[in-house]
Nanobody, 117 residues
Framework: QVQLVESGGGLVQAGGSLRLSCAASRSGSIFSINAMGWYRQAPGKQRELVANIMSGGSTNYADSVKGRFTISRDNAKNTVYLQMNSLKLEDTAVYYC?????????WGQGTQVTVSS
């Protein structure tokens, strides 16, 4: 089993920045992380991929966040970060950390990001 602890959400004005963190720990399983990433879900919308980073270091971003968000990973700490700059009102959502470990998906509890005008 993999446990994920997220932090860094909050309220920010449009144009501001936030940094999300997600630390993964395990119990009774071996870490073999294939990918780490962030999804988000706004009210009334489906959960969508924001960004992810593969074990080899390659990254993927949603078109809506390219050039504004940066995903990074500290392998020694099994932690993934999402630096969010130039935040827009439409970035408001619950952000969920996701880890693909041994090709099984694990989810964090979610952290609220609210962008105000």
């Amino acid at each position: 089993q993999v446990q994920l602890v997220e932090s860094g959400g909050g309220l920010v004005q449009a144009g501001g920045s936030l940094r999300l963190s997600c630390a993964a720990s395990r119990s009774g399983s071996i870490f073999s992380i294939n990918a780490m990433g962030w999804y988000r879900q706004a009210p009334g919308k489906q959960r969508e991929l924001v960004a992810n980073i593969m074990s080899g270091g390659s990254t993927n971003y949603a078109d809506s966040v390219k050039g504004r968000f940066t995903i990074s990973r500290d392998n020694a700490k099994n932690t993934v970060y999402l630096q969010m700059n130039s935040l827009k009102l439409e970035d408001t959502a619950v952000y969920y950390c996701n880890v693909l470990n041994n090709w099984r998906n694990f989810w964090g509890q979610g952290t609220q990001v609210t962008v105000s005008s």
